[in-house]
């Protein structure tokens, strides 16, 4: 599957902006969904995630109740809502298919389904 992410772009702190993921190839539908983000200097880490089967949502804590996942089958796109924005949401996001690890619940994208990745700037 071939994943291609767009949004983003500069925002204020306290606004809002949405990330797309298009994916192509094989079944959309079959695949856990995730984003992730990497900002300056850090390692890349875990945002959102979207079940394919019953479309089950996780979140880092950092995110939650701020940013939605969602996922729309019938255009083989997730989104990433993210509502109240902080500075420290600056960061390039990437979309992935991604699995779960059953040992430590913990999230991971799937080498070779990587989106491109899309900046996010919140300014304060």
């Known amino acids: 599957v071939q994943l291609q992410a767009s949004g983003g772009g500069l925002a204020q702190a306290g606004g809002s902006s949405r990330l797309s993921c298009a994916a192509s190839?094989?079944?959309?539908?079959?695949?856990?969904m995730g984003w992730f983000r990497q900002a300056p200097g850090k390692e890349r880490e875990f945002v959102a995630a979207?079940?394919?089967?019953?479309?089950?949502?996780y979140y880092a804590d950092s995110v939650k109740g701020r940013f939605t996942i969602s996922r729309d089958n019938a255009k083989n796109t997730v989104y990433l809502q993210m509502n109240s924005l902080k500075p420290e949401d600056t960061a390039v996001y990437y979309c992935?298919?991604?699995?779960?690890?059953?040992?430590?619940?913990?999230?991971?994208?799937?080498?070779?389904?990587w989106g491109q990745g899309t900046q996010v700037t919140v300014s304060s």
């Open positions: 190839g094989r079944t959309f539908r079959n695949y856990n």
């Open positions: 992935a298919v991604v699995r779960r690890d059953i040992s430590n619940s913990r999230w991971y994208g799937i080498d070779d389904y």
């Open positions: 979207v079940t394919w089967s019953s479309g089950s949502t």
